[in-house]
Nanobody, 120 residues
Framework: QVQLVESGGGLVQAGSSLRLSCAASGRTFTMGWFRRAPGKEREFLAAISESGSSTYYAVSVNGRFTISRDNAKNTVFLQMNSLKPEDTAVYYC????????????????WGQGTQVTVSS
């Protein structure tokens, strides 16, 4: 059974930065980050390959958010800079077999989510 545990969320002011972490149990997966804002559908943010050599970002966060991983610790990170109030959401970590399936949200393992609130 794969377990994903997110951490690092919180309440910050607009313009601030946060780094989310997701610790995974089991083998190494392709990993990704998603979010769900109140009243909105789940949104893909970023994905990283098993080796960390390939990354893919949603247009909405490209240039502000950076995904990375430490395979020695089986942990993936999401560095979020220049946060905006519209970034307020529950952020979820996902693990899957390929970049395509992770980005599409198909057959992923999911974490429980961590709340990020950005005040104006």
């Amino acid at each position: 059974q794969v377990q994903l545990v997110e951490s690092g969320g919180g309440l910050v002011q607009a313009g601030s930065s946060l780094r989310l972490s997701c610790a995974a149990s089991g083998r190494t997966f392709t990993m990704g980050w998603f979010r769900r804002a109140p009243g909105k559908e789940r949104e893909f943010l970023a994905a990283i390959s098993e080796s960390g050599s390939s990354t893919y970002y949603a247009v909405s966060v490209n240039g502000r958010f950076t995904i990375s991983r430490d395979n020695a610790k089986n942990t993936v990170f999401l560095q979020m800079n220049s946060l905006k109030p519209e970034d307020t959401a529950v952020y979820y970590c996902a693990a899957g077999g390929t970049m395509g399936t992770v980005v599409a949200g198909l057959r992923n393992y999911w974490g429980q989510g961590t709340q990020v609130t950005v005040s104006s």
